[in-house]
């Protein structure tokens, strides 16, 4: 059998996503506006990605299960059973659902919970697609923005402070009581959130207005999700959370990883994201999907967050790795001037996936957007075939 196979990822066409980034990467045609939100490259069984062979396409995921020992290495297989990451495109042109992620052991209860009620996997109101954890790693191909964390305790209280619609919560947040603060205001009946929200809203819409505020302030982000409206009623309550999360700025190829617990959102701009290989997600708001407010509660670090932006740690002349801190998943970037050769070996089924440039990976011609993986245990190739630098994500298990 090969060692190398050229993959066909699947595309996510969720109301968020933007019209032409993914299309143009990828060279589709996108006459209609289709949105192309995510692109999914992995062996999630409700989007496998195809594998070219010579009996013709298989998924992925089926790929795998027919061959774990050879495809993921004996140790992967016997700790994993099957790929234990998932690795996606994604191009945000209208903001993300507030939301977390949670652990491995409430997945599996909660999976298991949900089964047993006789909740259909697919049914709207699911919270647990799978009975998996979901940290993941992002690193952005353009400018990218992002909601992560509840701010330093000092912070939030000069926010509150400077907001008079949000100057009574000050209170409530006392001594840094993070729980206090967030569980109180999502509790409140709707009429007494929007007493809060819609000066809030006010406020922004007209801040925006006069260019006083830029994307580092929450004011801006909260017109954006309102087109610059201020609705009479029935404000989202994910409104809040712009103000008491942290806004972050990724430059192109810098990153940010997000554990289990951690309240954030994707505002806006394009990036690679590797995760553990699940779908599991509960929303807090900014979205018109299920919310479980309970379930969420449960899940929720209430605790500060003080973002730290990945650069990349040098491995070698070659390639940089992003430091994740799990067992599931690992990222590196791999940069080949014109006519350059690398070479290395598997420890574990890799992918890789070409951004900028033209390679060739074990006799398989790769262009932007295209991708291919590598067998566990197998020595690679990949040489730069055009006079453009090339840059490649590989995506692994540690």
Not at 324 to 340: A, N, S, W, Y
């Amino acid at each position: 059998m090969n060692t190398a196979y050229k993959l066909h990822g699947i595309h996510r066409h969720y109301e968020w996503g933007g019209q032409s980034f993914i299309p143009q990467l990828m060279h589709v045609d996108n006459a209609i506006g289709k949105p192309f939100a995510e692109y999914w490259m992995g062996a999630h069984p409700s989007a496998p990605a195809m594998v070219a062979t010579a009996e013709g396409a298989k998924t992925l995921d089926h790929m795998i299960q027919e061959n774990k020992l050879e495809f993921l290495g004996a140790s992967i297989a016997d700790r994993f059973g099957s790929l234990p990451y998932l690795f996606k495109i994604l191009d945000v042109k209208k903001m993300l659902s507030i939301q977390v992620h949670p652990s491995k052991e409430n997945a599996e209860k909660g999976f298991l919970k949900e089964q047993l009620a006789g909740i259909p996997i697919d049914a709207p109101h699911r919270n647990y697609k799978d009975q998996n954890h979901k940290p993941e790693v992002m690193v952005a191909l353009s400018d990218f923005w992002l909601l992560h964390g509840f701010m330093p305790a000092i912070t939030l209280k000069e926010r509150l402070t400077s907001l008079a619609p949000l100057e009574s919560l000050l209170p409530i947040f006392g001594q840094d009581d993070y729980a206090g603060l967030y569980l109180y205001f999502m509790r409140l009946d709707q009429a007494a959130a929007d007493a809060i929200l819609k000066p809030l809203m006010e406020i922004a819409v007209q801040e925006v207005a006069a260019g006083k505020v830029d994307k580092t302030h929450p004011h801006w982000w909260a017109n954006q999700y309102y087109g610059g409206v201020v609705p009479t009623s029935n404000i989202d309550k994910g409104i809040f959370s712009i103000y008491i999360l942290n806004i972050v700025h990724v430059p192109r190829y810098q990153g940010v990883f997000q554990g289990a617990g951690l309240l954030h959102a994707y505002l806006e701009g394009q990036n690679i994201e590797l995760m553990a290989n699940s779908d599991n997600v509960l929303r807090g708001g900014l979205t018109p999907k299920h919310i479980d407010m309970e379930e969420l509660l449960q899940h929720i670090q209430f605790e500060p967050t003080y973002p730290i932006i990945l650069k990349g740690d040098l491995i070698n002349s070659n390639e940089l790795q992003f430091p994740c801190p799990v067992p599931d998943f690992g990222l590196t970037k791999i940069q080949l001037r014109g006519g350059e050769t690398y070479t290395n070996e598997t420890n574990s089924f890799e992918t890789f996936l070409v951004m900028q440039g033209d390679v060739q990976l074990e006799g398989i011609d790769l262009k932007s957007g295209e991708l291919a993986a590598v067998k566990a245990g197998s020595a690679y190739h990949i040489q730069s075939t055009g006079s453009e630098t090339a840059v490649i994500f590989k995506s692994f298990v540690p």
